[in-house]
C-alpha cells in the first residue's frame, strides 16, 4: 500500500494562497475613492450585463474582482443577509461591518478547507455615513482577511502599481468628476507606458449623500461617465 504524500500545513496554505491570487491578478483592477459627498467605485469592465459593482442595501456598496460566478453568490448571500437582518430589526442595523464580517467567516472557512478550492475573488464593501467622518469601506481578501480602507484602496490586477498612483494624487475633499478622474487614470497605470481607459469599457457606481430617497447607491449612465472625464 503506498503512502500518501505529507504536505506540511504551511506549504499547503502557500500553493492555495499563489492559487487564489493568480486568479485575482488575471482581470482588471477596482478602484474605490472617497470624495466629499460620498464613495465613488470604478471599475474597468467592458460588459454591460456582469457587474462588478452592485447595491447591497440602503447605504451598502459591493465591488468585487475575480471569478464571476463566486462573488455573484457572495452578493446574492450579502443581499439575503442584509434584507433578513433589516427586516428582523431595523434598516440602521444592517451596517458594512456586519456583511464584512459575514464575507470574512464564509471566505475564511473556504480557504482553510482542504475538500474545495480557495475563492478567487476580492470584495470591497462601503457604507455611506451621515457625514464623510463616518463613511466605512472594507477590503475583504480570498482567505477572509479583513482591512479598514482610509481614503482609497484598489484590488485586483497590477493594484500596486494602480495604488501607488492613487496614493500620490488622492487628497480629502474630492468632488466627484475629480475623484473619478484621478481612479479612471490610475487604472491605466497597470502597464508601462500607461494606457488611456476608454469611457466605454468603464463601470463607475457612488454611494450619495445628495441623494434624497433612503437608497443612496446610483450608478452612472454613460453620459455621466463622460461629462466626469471631460470627454
Do not use: C, W
Request: negative net charge; charged residues 25%; aromatic residues 10%.
Amino acid at each position: 500500500m503506498t503512502q500518501p504524500f505529507y504536505v506540511s500545513p504551511e506549504q499547503l496554505m502557500k500553493d492555495r494562497a499563489d492559487f487564489a491570487r493568480k486568479g485575482i491578478t488575471r482581470g482588471r483592477s477596482v478602484a474605490v475613492v472617497q470624495y466629499v459627498d460620498g464613495i465613488v467605485f470604478v471599475a474597468e469592465n467592458p460588459s454591460r450585463a456582469l457587474h462588478k459593482i452592485s447595491e447591497i442595501y440602503d447605504r451598502i456598496g459591493f465591488a468585487a474582482v475575480g471569478r464571476y460566478n463566486e462573488f455573484e453568490n457572495l452578493r446574492i448571500a450579502g443581499v439575503r443577509l442584509a434584507d433578513l437582518r433589516g427586516y428582523s430589526y431595523d434598516r440602521r442595523d444592517v451596517t458594512a461591518r456586519g456583511l464584512a464580517n459575514a464575507y470574512a467567516q464564509t471566505l475564511g472557512t473556504i480557504f482553510s478547507s482542504g475538500g474545495e478550492k480557495p475563492y478567487e475573488v476580492e470584495i470591497f464593501v462601503g457604507e455611506l455615513g451621515d457625514d464623510a467622518s463616518q463613511d466605512q469601506v472594507y477590503r475583504l481578501m480570498y482567505d477572509g482577511s479583513v482591512a479598514d480602507v482610509q481614503g482609497y484602496g484598489v484590488m485586483g490586477g497590477q493594484s500596486e502599481l494602480v495604488e501607488t498612483y492613487l496614493g500620490e494624487h488622492f487628497t480629502e475633499g474630492l468632488q466627484l468628476s475629480a475623484a473619478i478622474s484621478i481612479a479612471v487614470t490610475a487604472l491605466g497605470q497597470d502597464i508601462t507606458p500607461a494606457r488611456t481607459v476608454e469611457a466605454s469599457a468603464l463601470e463607475i457606481a457612488v454611494l450619495t449623500r445628495s441623494r434624497s430617497q433612503p437608497r443612496k447607491f446610483r450608478r452612472l449612465s454613460s453620459a455621466d461617465v463622460a461629462a466626469a472625464l471631460g470627454s
